[in-house]
């Protein structure tokens, strides 16, 4: 499974901006897709996951409220929208893609794209 992520940029604190990220496979739709980021000097770190069945979506306290992950399967493509962004946003933001349903919160996918960076100025 090759995965592409784009729509990073540089914004101001309050803003929104769409993450997307391309999957190469035709089992897209049986992957639990996840976004994570890390900012310099910091662990990598879960944001958000969307568990195919069911359409379970799960957040990290921090983007809560905020932050927004959808999927559409016809497009193998995941989508991240973040609202309300804050200067503590700011980090590359990759995804991923897992077969298991488990740990969905830990950095152990099966496949990483390559990151896009999100700077967000205060």
């Known amino acids: 499974v090759q995965l592409q992520a784009s729509g990073g940029g540089l914004v101001q604190a309050g803003d929104s901006l769409r993450l997307s990220c391309a999957a190469s496979?035709?089992?897209?739709?049986?992957?639990?897709m996840g976004w994570f980021r890390q900012a310099p000097g910091k662990e990598r770190e879960f944001v958000a996951a969307?568990?195919?069945?069911?359409?379970?979506?799960y957040y990290a306290d921090s983007v809560k409220g905020r932050f927004a992950i959808s999927r559409d399967n016809a497009k193998n493509t995941l989508y991240l929208q973040m609202n309300s962004l804050k200067s503590e946003d700011t980090a590359v933001y990759y995804c991923?893609?897992?077969?298991?349903?488990?740990?969905?919160?830990?950095?152990?996918?099966?496949?990483w794209g390559q990151g896009t960076q999100v700077t967000v100025s205060s």
């Open positions: 991923a893609a897992k077969r298991d349903s488990t740990n969905y919160d830990r950095p152990i996918y099966d496949y």
């Open positions: 496979s035709r089992s897209f739709s049986t992957y639990v």
């Open positions: 969307h568990k195919w069945s069911g359409r379970r979506t």
